[in-house]
């Protein structure tokens, strides 16, 4: 069995993101980025995360009396990154307090629960840790959400899906190209036309579908109004996880993107983009029109 295809499935399960914390022998804070998070139970109220054998800080989880479950909220993808490979005093950079059984709590989550370590088991390369909640606090608002290696902002999500009817596309990704196809000799995203509003995700990938491929829909790219050609248009991210016939359309390298001749103003602004921040593998939402308008960053 290939662990990445397996791990690339696991991952179109759509989370939230949750940093675990709990204190070491000497009373040091540790914590770690978990998106494998579940409640158990109501009665007890019981919950698990599962840190993996991999982390530093394995051994203290898993021999733990207590620790502390923070569920991060939308914008805080730093924290999790930082939770998720800082190497240096990663509660140094997060601001952050003491809660039940002095258990470090992080500023700004969504949600906060305090936990005495109810069992604990082996799992493969991982160990379930299941907590008994002795204390918890919930705000109102929205959690950051991951899904296929990548935030994505539930927010952001449902102000697009909000919008006027749109045509929705995707830039597909495979290694170092994307898939493109042609309209009256110039190049485009591989797209859908007529999409109401609500449920664009959804719609997309039932489109790309029905036309024969097989993708993972990510994270919203682009959305804009176009003057020129007098229609609103989403962009997502997408993975193609299998082959995919060429005739229907063409794999394009990504550092040929600003070379090519495009439909319009508004496609050939974004493909330079994408080109540009491919090359980093990091991007940013841009919402705006075909020339203008605000990068709301996806890390």
Same mark, same amino acid.
């Given at each position: 069995m290939d662990p990445r295809a397996l791990r690339d499935a696991f991952g179109s399960f759509m989370t939230g993101v949750t940093v675990v914390t709990a204190r070491d022998e000497h009373g040091a804070p540790v914590g770690f980025t978990a998106n494998s998070f579940s409640s158990v139970s109501l009665d007890p109220p019981l919950l698990l995360v599962c840190p993996g054998k991999f982390l530093s800080s394995h051994e203290i989880f898993a021999n733990c009396t207590r620790f502390a479950v923070n569920v991060l909220a939308d914008g805080q993808q730093e924290i999790s990154n930082t939770f998720a490979g800082y190497? /240096? +005093? *990663?509660f140094a950079k997060v601001a952050h307090s003491n /809660? $039940?059984? +002095?258990?470090?709590l992080i500023d700004g989550a969504l949600a906060q629960f305090c936990c005495k370590t109810h069992q604990v088991l082996p799992a493969g390369d991982h160990t379930l840790l299941i907590g008994e909640v002795a204390e918890f606090s919930h705000s109102v608002g929205q959690g950051l959400g991951y899904v296929g290696g990548s935030y994505f902002s539930? /927010? $952001? %999500? *449902? %102000?697009?899906d909000a919008m006027v009817p749109t045509i929705c596309g995707a830039i597909i990704r495979k290694d170092d190209s994307v898939l493109l196809e042609q309209s009256n000799g110039a190049y485009r995203p591989i797209q859908i036309a007529g999409v109401e509003r609500g449920g664009q995700r959804n719609r997309l990938s039932q489109g790309l579908s029905e036309r024969g491929l097989t993708v993972q829909v %990510?994270?919203?790219? #682009? #959305?804009?109004d176009d003057a020129e050609t007098k229609q609103h248009y989403t962009y997502f991210l997408a993975s193609c996880p299998r082959p995919t016939p060429l005739e229907v359309a063409e794999w394009i390298k990504t550092d040929d993107l600003p070379t090519l001749k495009y439909v319009s103003g508004g496609v050939r602004h974004m493909m330079t983009r994408y080109a540009i921040e491919a090359k980093e593998g990091d991007f940013a939402l841009y919402l705006g029109d075909a020339s203008q308008g605000d990068i709301h960053s996806l890390r």
């Open positions: 190497k /240096g +005093d *990663r /809660g $039940l059984f +002095d258990l470090p539930l /927010g $952001l %999500e *449902r %102000e697009i %990510e994270q919203v790219y #682009s #959305s804009f």
